[in-house]
């Protein structure tokens, strides 16, 4: 049986290709006779022809590959598009920064462990950039004799 000229105004009537057009295969002899795009409407009424639903793109892939990059994995200099700067702008770079520097000044003030003007002077010192990070801040501390060697 040949529904070529049917699927192809059943595809007019549906508003899709060709493709998405699905015809009932118990119900060929009835489609064959449809010659008309009335004949194919009342088809489609009957619930014997009807359009596929479209197929959509997987999110799967996606979602194990965000899943990779939570943990750190396909952000290496292949993967990057901007500049270091579009990723993450300068401003959050430096609170990323000197937020644990200054919580960890804080601590040591608190604990007694330096003296309020000590704590100014690294505070002050931290704010003009003069440490990297935390460890960097320990560094010094030791170097200058403010806290001592820590136990590992």
Avoid at 6 to 23: D, M, S, T, Y
Avoid at 31 to 38: F, G, N, S
Avoid at 84 to 109: C, N
């Amino acid at each position: 049986m040949d529904l070529k000229n049917q699927r192809r105004l059943a595809a007019e009537v549906l508003k899709c290709g060709e493709h998405r057009v699905w015809i009932d295969p118990d119900e060929t002899e009835e489609v064959e006779k449809a010659v008309t795009r009335r004949d194919v409407r009342n088809l489609v009424k009957q619930g014997i022809i009807t359009a596929k639903k479209k197929q959509g793109v997987s999110r799967g892939r996606a979602r194990e590959r965000d899943k990779q990059r939570k943990k750190g994995r396909q952000r290496g200099h292949g993967s990057r598009k901007g500049s270091a700067t579009a990723r993450q702008s300068r401003k959050q770079r430096w609170i990323q920064t000197i937020r644990p520097i200054r919580r960890y000044l804080r601590e040591l003030r608190d604990g007694d462990v330096i003296t309020r003007s000590q704590y100014r002077r690294y505070y002050q010192r931290a704010k003009g950039g003069e440490f990297r990070s935390v460890h960097h801040l320990k560094t010094h501390l030791r170097m200058e004799g403010a806290i001592e060697e820590e136990p590992q």
